[in-house]
């Protein structure tokens, strides 16, 4: 391909064929594997992950199985109790340090999380169809086991306290939540500690 | 026996084959590849294990370190019909044809309607000046100077209106998501300000954009997470 056939023009008896030009093609070769590497690099770099969450029009008081979680300006010290809120009760105090705040949310959730686990790694082996995998899946999130978790943010939580949070509640499958404000009443409650 | 005759030239490779896969895969990446686009303001994400790749069609709402909000929603043809809107929204404030168009290749902008067409018609460093002292786009809603919700409003109705006569069209189109960009250090207190604008139009899923962080289940991923 890369070689111009020449037609030899002599018309004597000495009739030989030319040999054709060979075009060298290995800086074309560099350049072409040089702009593909960049290619390559540049569009692995553009993606961008994202969490998707929901926040729910009405906050809603808060059903009998659920949980609540402050979070504050130390990530390190989140209060949460489960059940109704009541003057009296007992704040429980953990951190996002060595998956404190996951494991409570894991406990809280572990039926259910067990179970997401299963179906997911059935999938996952080609067991379970990807149809009965999403209604199954659908199923179980929406089950009543879950526990309902309001997280509840104060005036100087950060950004990254809150969406840890959420990434939590992501990793143990819990897609009930709801994020509202803290109220004076919650203030309090947690001062009392 | 006929003699093994030696090679009279020395052997090339024929490159051909090779550089017409080298260019066919430039051809395909520069094609598919999007550039990312110009960020107004360095935005640290928060990090999360989710490895949900956002969505093409976006909305998207930046917010940065000190809580300023950056607004920017994809499509030339939907941000000057947006902006046509915004312009009889805010009559006072006049845009010229010229700066209409300009304005539907641009990117995100944090400025207020007021100082927009100074912003469409400053060169990159007087833009990159601008952003830097820029209060964000107002979200104030108590003095009634809240701007957000109103390029909200225009920009969703403007891309639903594209849409819709995209899928006339026989085109296939992804629904428009809203994503937020905010950094991990601004306080959710301003984020929760934005979400109430968004919920006020009946938006209640958000993308939020965060970084990947390693393995979960390794405990030095836990400690990175702060």
Redesign the interface.
């Known amino acids: ?2 070689e111009i056939i020449r037609q030899s023009t002599s018309r004597g008896k000495r009739r030989r064929a030319l040999p054709g030009v ?1 075009v060298d ?2 800086p ?2 560099d350049l ?2 040089l ?2 590497t960049f ?2 690099l ?2 692995e ?13 009405s906050e809603k008081t808060q059903p009998v199985n659920g949980m609540t979680v402050f ?1 504050g300006k130390n ?1 390190e010290k989140i209060f949460w109790y489960s059940g109704k809120c009541d003057p009296s009760v007992h704040l429980n105090v953990t951190g ?4 404190g705040l ?1 494991n409570v949310l894991k406990n809280a959730n572990a039926v259910v999380f067990r179970q997401v686990e299963v179906i997911d790694r059935q999938h996952n082996l080609g067991l379970l169809n990807d149809e009965s995998w999403k209604t199954k899946r659908a199923a179980l999130l929406s089950d009543d086991a879950v526990p309902f978790v309001v997280v509840k ?1 104060s ?10 949070v ?2 939590d509640l ?2 143990v499958h819990n897609g009930k939540y709801a ?1 509202v ?1 803290e109220t004076a009443e919650d203030n309090a409650l947690i001062n009392k500690q | 026996m006929p003699k093994i005759k030696p090679p009279s030239h020395s052997p090339s490779l024929d490159m051909t084959p090779m550089v017409d896969l080298a260019f066919l895969l430039v051809t395909f990446f520069m094609l598919t590849a999007t550039m990312r686009s110009p960020e107004p303001v360095i935005v640290d994400t928060p990090s999360s294990i989710s490895d949900i790749i956002l969505p093409k069609n976006t909305l998207l709402i930046t917010i940065d370190t000190a809580g300023r909000v950056f607004f920017n929603i994809e499509g030339k043809q939907v941000r000057v019909e947006m902006l046509r809107r915004m312009m009889t929204k805010f009559p006072d404030v006049k845009f010229t044809d010229e700066q209409v168009a300009k304005f539907g290749s641009m990117q995100s902008f944090g400025v207020p309607i007021q100082d927009l067409p100074a912003y469409i018609d400053a060169d990159e460093p007087t833009k990159a000046k601008m952003n830097a002292v820029t209060k964000g786009i107002p979200i104030d809603t108590t003095d009634n100077k809240d701007q957000l919700s109103y390029w909200i409003n225009f920009g969703r109705v403007s891309e639903y209106r594209f849409r819709d006569s995209l899928k006339n069209a026989g085109v296939k189109t992804e629904e428009l998501r809203v994503a937020i960009k905010a950094d991990g250090k601004a306080g959710y207190k301003q984020v929760d300000k934005v979400i109430s604008l968004f919920k006020k139009q009946d938006v209640y899923r958000f993308n939020l954009i965060t970084a990947l962080e390693g393995d979960p289940n390794t405990p030095a991923a836990g400690d990175a997470k702060k």
Do not use: C, H
Request: glycine residues 2%.
């Open positions: 391909m890369a060979r093609m290995t074309l070769v072409g594997f702009l593909l290619f390559v540049t569009s770099l553009a993606k961008e992950n994202a969490i998707t969450a929901s926040f729910p029009a979070v990530p996002t340090k060595n998956n996951l943010w005036e100087d939580a950060s950004y990254q306290d809150v969406v840890n959420l990434d992501n990793r994020v404000a």
